[in-house]
């Protein structure tokens, strides 16, 4: 049984990520958690001193707050497929964003993440600190990101950007070969360099330990030359049939030099491409 965290802010861009987590998870049993996350004290008290009471929390957040959620639910119910392997429960929360993610994910033993961007501009947020580029850079818990214009495709081909600096150990790793394997895909391993030079011996070392780790199932190593990262993945997804883009957080200089660039917009992938970050749990 896996537990899925499905934050909202009840657009159209977080129900899309709603709907691909659903389907993503079509076999699988699941319990998705709902969670709505408002600031009281930015929203109701504009900065003042002044307490908010049981009765305004009751009157102004927490009856329209579920009234909200249980919308979502019914539109689950109307607008996708059943599924007997399914449950879904509701929470919401006043708290600050990230500490409230940080919560559930612990209490409710937290499997993934999934959470909407809004393409090329939801990504050019992130650069700026938005909800979902603090949970990917904050939270120690695996995240899908699901851009606005994405739609969920059967899973043939996941691309994982690496360059053999870091050492992944099993359980980092271990969720992607699961999606692999229960999906029969291919996993392509793109390595991406500035300039065209070898691999030194770590590299070499931890390109053999993927190569190992991921023998059970189709995968292929690709290299590329090119100035800047993003146009080199662009130019892979292009060519390809990837339908995910996987990453590891802890390599965060080249994590973010392919997630967070300034120039996003200019990338198609990021419009329509899921991108998995896998994190080192505690």
Not at 171 to 186: C, F, T, Y
Request: charged share 25%; proline share 3%.
């Amino acid at each position: 049984m896996k537990n899925i965290l499905l934050p909202t802010d009840f657009s159209e861009n977080s129900w899309n990520a709603i709907k691909y987590a659903i389907n993503f998870f079509e076999k699988d049993t699941c319990h998705f958690y709902l969670l709505h996350v408002n600031r009281v004290g930015e929203n109701y008290m504009n900065g003042s001193p002044y307490i908010v009471s049981e009765e305004v929390l009751e009157d102004v957040y927490v009856k329209p707050t579920k009234q909200k959620l249980h919308s979502i639910l019914k539109r689950i119910v109307t607008e996708l497929p059943a599924n007997t392997n399914h449950k879904f429960h509701t929470l919401f929360d006043y708290n600050f964003f990230i500490d409230s993610i940080r919560k559930h994910v612990e209490e409710k033993n937290i499997d993934l993440i999934v959470m909407g961007t809004k393409g090329s501009d939801g990504l050019r947020k992130i650069v700026m600190g938005s909800n979902t580029g603090d949970v990917i850079k904050k939270v120690k818990c695996n995240v899908l990101t699901v851009p606005e214009k994405a739609t969920f495709n059967t899973i043939k081909e996941i691309a994982f950007p690496s360059d053999f600096s870091l050492t992944y150990n099993i359980q980092i790793l271990q969720p992607l070969l699961d999606i692999l394997e229960h999906n029969k895909a291919s996993l392509r391993v793109l390595h991406i360099s500035k300039n065209k030079t070898d691999l030194n011996a770590e590299q070499l070392k931890n390109r053999e330990l993927l190569e190992d780790y991921f023998t059970s199932i189709e995968s292929s190593f690709h290299y590329l030359t090119n100035r800047k990262l993003e146009d080199a993945v662009q130019c892979f997804i292009d060519s390809r049939e990837i339908n995910m883009i996987c990453m590891v957080a802890k390599n965060l200089n080249y994590f973010q030099q392919i997630l967070f660039h300034s120039q996003i917009e200019e990338l198609s992938y990021h419009l329509k491409i899921p991108f998995l970050v896998l994190h080192e749990t505690p």
